[in-house]
């Protein structure tokens, strides 16, 4: 099973230029403190983690689609210097270029031309980059979650795709993702929209990851504990086939999350999943720290008490 801890290099994600915003904003230059990259990624390992997923987004200096990259932006040297880095620490390495129309102010004006051929292209061209830059991983997170109107608080424009335009997207950006050797990965957001319409679009070969946000609420079906309903989705698609690394928690009560997440893995599911999912939301920056930190030592508490010394195969 593996053990995935997401960070977030890219500086933009979820809020557009010019959005007036204390919490989230726009930056116009690359800022991530590489101190804390160092720390944490080397503080992963003795907490469990196998695995990181790197949100890339407009933090390297891409040779295909320069306007993407921010001003400081990591070389593509550097960035795969850094990856030999992690696997001398026994990390493996996945990217993330997050395709939802929430999360993809990294894209700048790219943004604005979503489900277009234009748009399609760019993106192909930055999968194969990104690709070759992380020398061939096996997994590549395309994101492709978030897309409703009330999880774009942070857009001055929201933009969301008919369920059969979405799934045209998935359909083209999957098949970049396969043409470099990698296996596709998403959030499973859309699933809860439409299960049928989801189901008919998602091939059983890509991986799929369900978020828990910590907005808990009692099921009715008897199944033990409180549970919310994206949480529960990844039991339905245990049931469906999907191979999937279950989301534990991001921003939101990491120890309890993480806990209650992690047993559901090891005692709920039929069997354990492809894999595991700390994804912090925070930025690799030196005010954000002490909460990645934080999520790692969450997730070890919980992975010692219910997967440690049992895992099944």
């Known amino acids: 099973m593996k053990r995935v801890f997401e960070i977030n290099l890219s500086q933009n994600f979820c809020c557009d230029k010019g959005y007036p915003s204390r919490y989230r904003y726009w930056r116009d230059k690359f800022t991530a403190s590489e101190e804390t990259w160092r720390r944490i990624t080397e503080f992963l390992p003795e907490n469990r983690f196998d695995s990181v997923l790197i949100f890339v987004g407009d933090a390297v200096q891409y040779a295909s689609r320069p306007e993407i990259s921010l001003p400081g932006a990591w070389s593509k040297e550097k960035m795969k210097d850094e990856i030999k880095r992690l696997a001398s620490l026994g990390l493996e390495a996945y990217p993330l270029l997050d395709l ?41 997170n395309i994101g492709m979650g978030d897309e409703s109107m009330k999880t774009q608080t942070f857009k001055l ?24 050797g990698a296996r596709p990965w998403i959030w499973a957001d859309k699933f809860l929209e439409d299960r049928k319409a989801f189901t008919e679009a998602v091939p059983k070969d890509v991986v799929l990851s369900t978020q828990s946000y910590g907005f808990i609420k009692h099921r009715k079906d008897g199944l033990p504990g409180f549970r919310d309903e994206v949480t529960n989705s990844a039991l339905e698609l245990e049931e469906l086939g999907y191979d999937q690394i279950v989301g534990m928690s991001n921003g939101h009560s990491f120890a309890p999350n993480q806990m209650m997440n992690m047993e559901l893995v090891c005692n709920i599911m039929k069997k354990r999943p492809l894999g595991v999912l700390s994804n912090a939301d925070f930025y690799a920056e030196e005010d954000d720290l002490y909460r990645l930190q934080y999520a790692a030592v969450s997730f070890r508490v919980a992975y010692d008490k219910y997967a440690a010394g049992g895992e099944r195969k």
């Open 100 to 140: 939802g129309a929430a999360k993809d102010a990294w894209l700048g004006d790219t943004a604005n031309n979503l489900g277009t051929n234009k748009y399609r292209e760019t993106v192909c061209d930055l999968i194969k980059e990104t690709a070759e830059i992380f020398g061939g991983p096996a997994l590549f």
């Open 157 to 180: 424009v929201k933009r969301v795709r008919r369920m059969d335009e979405w799934a045209k997207d998935l359909e083209t950006f999957s098949g970049a993702v396969r043409a470099c």
